[in-house]
C-alpha cells in the first residue's frame, strides 16, 4: 500500500507540503532522516529528488528516487536493501526514466508510474520485472495511456492497481502472472463543468481503503471524491477555506487500517493535515508547522506501526517520524492507553485505577463484579436494593420505587405510592406536626397551623408543598413571642425551611 502526495512536473502537477502530527505520533519520538539531508547522490541510500515513499505489508519501505531513475528499497529499521532500476534512465523493460509514484502490496509487489516512458511497471518482491502496462506512446488503444501517468494506487491484495493519467483513473486487474489487464476507466474532464460530481481535473493521487472504495485528490477542485471499485461515485469532501474540515489545497491522501482518512493540504504559509472518519466527518486537523529543514515536502506513507515517512525533495531526504503502536485503532498511544486492545478514546476510568471502564471487570473497585453488580458505577459493597429492581439503592433515582424521585422524597427508602411527598415518614413535616403539636396549645391558631402541614403533607407536588410551609413559616413567624414561645417558633420555622430546602 502507499500513501502518496505527487510532485509533478506536468500539466497537471501540484506540489505538496504536508504538516504531519497523525494521532499516533509521540512528539517525543526524534525523527531521523534516510539520506543525506541537503546533499544529493547515486549511491545506495542517496537520493536525488526523491518524491514518493510506500510501504508494504512487512513495513518494508520504497522510495521513487526520481532523477536517479530508481526505487530504493529499505527495511522497517532503514536498512538499504535493494534498488529497482539501474540508476540510468532507460526505455528498457525493469528500467526506469524518472519514476514519479511508488506503490506497493501486502506481498511485497511493487508498482511503479515510470513516467518519462509512459508505463507502469510491476515487480516481484525481489525486484525482479514481472509486467508493464504502455507502451511509450499517448493514446487511447491498448497498451496506452492518453498522457503521461501520475499516481498509482494498488489494494493490499495486489488484486487491481489504479492509474491516474490524463482526467482519468484506469483501472487494472493483475491477473495470471502478474500481467495488468484493462478492466475500465472513470472520471474524465469537463470543461463547461470543472468541478462536476464525478468528473476529473487534473487528478494527482489516488488512495485505497479496505473495502476496495478509490478516493481521489483533486488539488484544482480542492476536494476528495470516493468511488466505489467500479468507478460509483459514493460522495466528496470538499472545501475552500481553512474552517475545520474543510480544505484549501488537497494534494496526498492516505487511508488509515482503521479507515479514517488522512488528506495533506497546504497553501502559501501554512502546511497541515486533515484528519476524517471512514464516512467522511470531520475529526480533526493539525497544523503544527514541521520546523526547519524542509524544503520540499511531497510523498507520505504511513506503516502499520504508524510510523511517518516523507519525502523531502529538494533536500534530497526522506524524513521518518517513529510511531507508537495503536492496536486498537483509538488514537491512543499503546503505552498511554488505560485499555490496549480495546478501543476507547475517552479513557473513562471511574475507580482512577488506570484501567478503562470497557476493560475493567470492576468499574467501581467495590469487589463486586460489574456483571453482578446493581450498580456498576457507584461503590456499593453491600448491594442494597430496597425495591427489589435491577438498580441498586446508591444509583437508584427513585429508590423506593413510590413514583417520587430521591431528591424530593422525605423518606426516599419507604415506599408510600399513592400518598404524597412525605410517604408516611416519621421525619420531615411528620416530625415538624409532632412539635408543632407540643408548642402550641391553642387550640384555634394549632388547628390552622395544622392545617397548612396536612396539606404541605398530602400535596402532590413539591411546589404546592412549598407554599404551605412558607405560609406556615408566616403564620408563625407572625406569633412568635405572643402567642408562641420565640424559642418554639424558631424551631420550627428552621425545620420548615428545611423541609422546603429538600423540595427544592
Not at 322 to 336: F, H, N, S, V
Request: charged share 20%; hydrophobic share 35%.
Amino acid at each position: 500500500m502507499k500513501i502518496a502526495s505527487k510532485l509533478r512536473t506536468m500539466a497537471c502537477g501540484l506540489t505538496g507540503i504536508l504538516a504531519l502530527s497523525v494521532g499516533q505520533i509521540s512528539v517525543a519520538q526524534q525523527p531521523y532522516k534516510l539520506g543525506t539531508e541537503g546533499v544529493s547522490g547515486s549511491a545506495p541510500g542517496q537520493f536525488n529528488f526523491p518524491v514518493e515513499v510506500a510501504v508494504d505489508g512487512s513495513d518494508n519501505v520504497y522510495v521513487a528516487d526520481r532523477s536517479n531513475h530508481r526505487v530504493q528499497i529499505f527495511d522497517s529499521e532503514g536498512n538499504y536493501l535493494r534498488q529497482i532500476g539501474t540508476g540510468t534512465a532507460s526505455a528498457v523493460l525493469g528500467e526506469l526514466n524518472f519514476p514519479t509514484d511508488v506503490s506497493a502490496d501486502d506481498a511485497g509487489n511493487v508498482y511503479v508510474v515510470d513516467t518519462n516512458n509512459i508505463r507502469v511497471q510491476m515487480f516481484d518482491n525481489t525486484g525482479a520485472y514481472v509486467s508493464s502496462w504502455g507502451n511509450g506512446t499517448y493514446g487511447h488503444g491498448n497498451n496506452q495511456f492518453p498522457s503521461n501517468p501520475e499516481s498509482i494506487e494498488v489494494d493490499a491484495q495486489g488484486n487491481y492497481a489504479y492509474v491516474a493519467a490524463g482526467h482519468l483513473i484506469f483501472k487494472f486487474a493483475i491477473v495470471g502472472n502478474g500481467s495488468f489487464s484493462w478492466v475500465g476507466q472513470f472520471g474524465g474532464f469537463n470543461p463547461s463543468d470543472l468541478d462536476a460530481p464525478g468528473s476529473l481535473w487534473c487528478p494527482c493521487d489516488i488512495a485505497v481503503d479496505a473495502a476496495g472504495n478509490v478516493y481521489v485528490v483533486e488539488s484544482a477542485n480542492k476536494r476528495i471524491q470516493k468511488f466505489d471499485s467500479d468507478g460509483n461515485l459514493l460522495g466528496q469532501i470538499s472545501g475552500t477555506t481553512l474552517q475545520n474540515g474543510q480544505m484549501l489545497n488537497p494534494v496526498s491522501i492516505d487511508i488509515d487500517q482503521t479507515g479514517n482518512i488522512y488528506v495533506a493540504d497546504h497553501g502559501n504559509s501554512f502546511n497541515r493535515y486533515i484528519k476524517y472518519d471512514s464516512n467522511g466527518n470531520f475529526i480533526e486537523y493539525t497544523g503544527a508547522q514541521f520546523g526547519t529543514g524542509f524544503q520540499l515536502v511531497d510523498g507520505i506513507a504511513v506503516d502499520s506501526n504508524n510510523t511517518i515517512y516523507i519525502a523531502d525533495g529538494w533536500n534530497h531526504s526522506v524524513k521518518v517520524f517513529p510511531g507508537i503502536e495503536d492496536m486498537d485503532g483509538d488514537g491512543i498511544a499503546d503505552e498511554t492507553d488505560n485499555c490496549p486492545m480495546v478501543s476507547n478514546a475517552d479513557q473513562t476510568d471511574t475507580d482512577g485505577d488506570l484501567l478503562g471502564n470497557v476493560c475493567d471487570d470492576d468499574d467501581d473497585n467495590d469487589n463486586v463484579l460489574d456483571t453482578a453488580d446493581n450498580c456498576p458505577l457507584v461503590v456499593n459493597a453491600g448491594q442494597e436494593n430496597t425495591d427489589g429492581d435491577s438498580l441498586g439503592d446508591a444509583c437508584d433515582p427513585d429508590a423506593d420505587n413510590d413514583g417520587f424521585p430521591n431528591e424530593i422524597d422525605q423518606c426516599p427508602l419507604i415506599n408510600g405510592a399513592g400518598g404524597s411527598l412525605n410517604n408516611g415518614c416519621p421525619d420531615g413535616v411528620d416530625s415538624l406536626i409532632l412539635t408543632l403539636h407540643g408548642a402550641v396549645d391553642t387550640g384555634g391558631l394549632r388547628s390552622s397551623l395544622g392545617a397548612k402541614l396536612e396539606a404541605a403533607r398530602n400535596a402532590r407536588h413539591p411546589f404546592v408543598a412549598i407554599h404551605q410551609l412558607e405560609a406556615f413559616i408566616n403564620q408563625v413567624s407572625a406569633q412568635s413571642g405572643k402567642k408562641i414561645l420565640a424559642s418554639d417558633a424558631a424551631i420550627m420555622m428552621n425545620m420548615a425551611r428545611n423541609v422546603i430546602n429538600t423540595l427544592r
